[in-house]
């Protein structure tokens, strides 16, 4: 039996033979033939570019759909304006016109209030209004500057050019975020921007200088997966050839990072042309005989000075991939040619890690399809 | 040099990379160049940037080709990426010269076979 439905329609034919089970004229398939016919590609690279006309305008001129215009568009690859292109200048609605101050009170006691104390999403439950305890003093502060040779333990910046910078001492920082907690494998010195950074990525900082301070390191896994915390939302990862490639595809592929297979030395090079170019944050994972073979790159990178670009580097003091054969980073000190650089230093040996299966085009194109998201 | 094709061909990329030469001095605006230290980082540097949609130049002497010879190689063709490349061939002093003489049959070797050559007067 043929199914019946609720509403009796009637059941027309289109002049191709097609039934039409509701009220329409046509089919769809010669709707959009009839579209066809009118817009051709130069007919929309005039409209479109040359008369700048919106999309809409075009389809009450064709009385057609937005989608059928917009669909043809990608079709002939011609480039469509975004919304913040088409509203600049005299486009924009609001040209010419300001607030009065009335309005601008009004707004301001509006949002007043709305994101203080609780509220706020990055609330931690008033820590930073809590007294410091009688013992960090200035005898304990300077103990541990004394203790970390009177140098950033970050950047390696003296107290020297500290005093002649921002005309105090080096800072003194909790490691645990804890101030009640004033053990000395606790504390830490650090410099002023330094000390700034740490209020971000809690978890990565934590951990990272509880291994400096015990002076123990960590397998390549558990550095990588260190790594992995400070990576965002919209971060682009890049990875350096040899073994940290391998581990990096192994545990953190979910982010499709650009694995720089070939050519030796040039991975952070890339990384800052990529992050000359972005507002988006980068991190390079290199290895210390990569870094080696490109010294200057670091003397670049301090002048440039990208701000988005965050380098790290996995330090074992061996060529890992090829046999283990030792490298000369122990002499080197990687912090005095570039202060942005972090370096983790890490057990020695191989690892299991099996090589990257993916070819050239693939990872290329996986990775501008990041872009474009 | 006074050739006004060149220079308007030099001055449509929007990010400019190289090693400075002598004989390039009058074609390149320095004042939005950057220049970097080693060849094959510079080379890095525009491959970065045309990932991100820009249109980069890198310029070079044609000893400098030797060494960026690994990333022409190993990603240039590996990855399939393309870059415009402006290299100044010198035939004096004669240090130069050998790799000049040789320049166009090393970029032959490696199957760039899409290049202009274009004579000082």
Known sequence: MKKISKYNYKSDKCKCGKEITRNATQCGHCTHQKYDKILTKEFLYKEYIVNKKTMRQIAKQVECGVCAVETRLKKFNIKTRSISEAVKGKNNPFFGKYHTKEAKIKMSLAHKGKLVGKDNPSWLGGISKLPYLFKFNKKLKKQIRNRDNHTCQLCGMTEENHLNKYKQNLCIHHIDYDKKNCDKNNLISLCNSCHGKTSMFRGFWREYFEYLINKKKPTREQAIKLISKTINKNALVISSLGMTSRFVYKLLDKYKPFYLVGGMGSCLSVAMGIALNTKKKIIAITGDGETLMGLGTLVTHKRLNPKNLWHFILDNNQHASTGGQKTISNKCDFKSLSPNTIVIKIKKGKGNAGRIPLTGKQIKERFLKVLNE | ?121
């Not at chain 2, 690994?70 to 004669?94: A, V």
């Open chain 2, 1 to 121: 040099m006074e050739n006004k094709e060149l220079k308007k061909w030099v001055n449509s990329h929007n990010f400019i990379v190289g090693v400075p030469c002598s004989k390039l001095n009058d074609l390149i605006p320095y004042d939005r160049a950057i220049i970097a230290t080693r060849e094959d980082e510079a080379l890095g540097m525009a491959i970065g940037a045309k990932l991100m949609g820009k249109n980069p130049l890198l310029f070079i002497q044609d000893s400098g080709l030797g060494n960026c010879l690994t990333l022409l190689t190993s990603i240039l063709k590996y990855y399939t990426i393309k870059i415009d490349i402006l290299i100044s061939i010198r035939k004096y002093p004669i240090y130069h010269g050998y790799m000049g003489n040789i320049t166009k049959q090393i970029l032959k070797l490696m199957d760039y076979k899409n290049y202009k050559y274009i004579i000082e007067k």
